[in-house]
């Protein structure tokens, strides 16, 4: 009995970065919530729409943005492009590695020089996108915040 593994290896990463991504957003929400209760227990007050915001499916996001900068400290904007310059580098730099150990013969694939060329040409896609967003945090780090 010969087993496939090709749609798991296709599918199970795409999961597991949707899977991962909703965790991260329970987690950052989970301590949103946590800020308010500190606020409150502090007798800082928090404006009614804000809590309406999050009550509300739609707008969710606009709302916990606004209640981070105004209840923690959260880093600034080029700090913010520097992280996700850092993940879409690494993105790229991972479709790259997969086809280096297509190219490397870990699997056994016909014509290892295209499917390297062919990951590494994906892969360049979201490098770029992180090499952008690193140059917005390199260009604007020395840059007040309004």
């Given at each position: 009995m010969?087993?496939d593994?090709g749609?798991?290896g296709?599918f199970g ?12 957003r329970?987690?950052e929400r989970?301590?949103?919530?946590e800020?308010m209760?500190?606020?409150f ?6 404006p009614p729409e ?10 969710g996001r606009?709302?916990e943005r ?5 209840l923690?400290?959260?880093p ?5 492009d520097l992280r996700?310059?850092?993940?879409w580098?690494a993105?790229?730099?991972g479709f790259?590695a997969?086809?280096?150990a297509?190219?490397a013969?870990?699997?056994n694939v016909g ?5 390297f ?17 690193v ?6 780090r020395n840059?007040?915040?309004l």
């Amino acid at each position: 009995m010969n087993i496939d593994f090709g749609p798991i290896g296709v599918f199970g990463p795409i999961c597991a970065v949707i899977i991962v991504a909703r965790y991260f957003r329970y987690k950052e929400r989970t301590q949103l919530y946590e800020a308010m209760r500190i606020a409150f227990e502090r007798g800082q007050t928090v404006p009614p729409e804000f809590i309406a915001e999050l009550q509300s499916r739609r707008g969710g996001r606009a709302a916990e943005r606004v209640a981070y900068e105004s209840l923690l400290d959260v880093p600034d904007r080029s700090h913010r492009d520097l992280r996700r310059g850092v993940v879409w580098l690494a993105v790229g730099l991972g479709f790259a590695a997969i086809g280096a150990a297509f190219y490397a013969g870990l699997y056994n694939v016909g014509g290892s020089e295209e499917t390297f060329a062919s990951f590494a040409a994906i892969g360049a896609i979201p490098a770029c996108i992180g090499l952008a967003f690193v140059g917005l945090w390199y260009f604007g780090r020395n840059q007040t915040r309004l």
